[in-house]
């Protein structure tokens, strides 16, 4: 098992203050009703980002309540890892416009797009660098504007997703708490189940794209399903296995919320019962990046997750990507 090398300082979290209901659907015209959606994914209610908002506000909201909660001034922040599929710009990144934010002037910063595994994806690159020597105070943020990016006229991926950012400061760790396994893996054969076909340099944005609506998310859903049910139990007995522990030592399992009943296959497939499962879909929905932080700062809040914990993390997204972490609070 792997000592603790780096732990979470402080968590943030923030969702725009536009609550979207699934009733509101057939009013935009969407062939879809508040039952379906509960009924096949447990999803109720999103938050949708105003045109004010994107994600270097968001993210810079969750990212202060994590530096507040820490004790981290912007100045000693010396990696900022943000996870994004829904980036502000397509140049520079969305990291960078972060860092300038906040005044995180020693910062590096750069962005990971590994879709909804983004952030545990960029809690295993941070804590490496972090062995290395390379940095010693990081903020990993996940953040995400989807709506911006969702095909309000397609019901099959509209009613699913949503906005809002986490984030979290990781420090060396001290007491014998902080990240004890990690396991991240991939499968880009599978990219086209869900993607984003135009917009990018392989098929840039023009007249086409924007009458056949390919810049915008497509998802072959049930396929989708059944791999992420598949690798995010992979992904827990993995980093399991890494701590050397079984789903009977963990104290709260927090997966990434894209659909009640791929969480609740998860649990059962880990041996963890719902009573030690979080979940917050039914009031975000999907959030992709964000949605495992934004979780963690909920289940801190409410008192889930306290002092001796032990929390296991999974995710699946776009790509495929899929993670996992075992982490002692
Ligand atoms: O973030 C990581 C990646 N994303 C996911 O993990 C999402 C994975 N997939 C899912 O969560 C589910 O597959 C969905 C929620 C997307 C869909 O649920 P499903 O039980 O797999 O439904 P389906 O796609 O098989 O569709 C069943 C029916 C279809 O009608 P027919 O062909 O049976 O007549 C759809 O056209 O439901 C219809 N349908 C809808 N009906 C009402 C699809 N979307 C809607 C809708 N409202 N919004």
Redesign the pocket.
Known sequence: MKRPYVYLAGVGRWAPPRILRNDE?ASMG????DA??VQ??GIRERHIAGPAENNRTMSAAASRMAMERAGVHPGEIDLIVLGTASPDHLLPSTAVELQAELGASRAAAFDICA??SSWLYGLIVAEGLMMSGSAETALVVGTEKLSSIVDWKD??????FGDGAGAAILRRSKHGKGILSTYFRSDGTLAPL?HRRAGGAAQPFDEHALHDRSFYIE???????K??VRSMSDACDRALDGARMTGADIDLLIP?Q??V??IEATAKHAGIPMEKVFVNVDRYG?T?SA?VPMALEEAMAAGRVTDGSTVLLV????GFTWASLVIRF
């Open positions: 659907f969407l062939d879809t009703n379906w959606i096949r994914t879709a909804c019901r099959s991926t509209a009613v699913l869900l998802m072959e859903g049930r396929e989708v399903f791999h992420a990434h894209a659909n009943r791929i999907n992709s949605s995710a699946f997204g776009a």
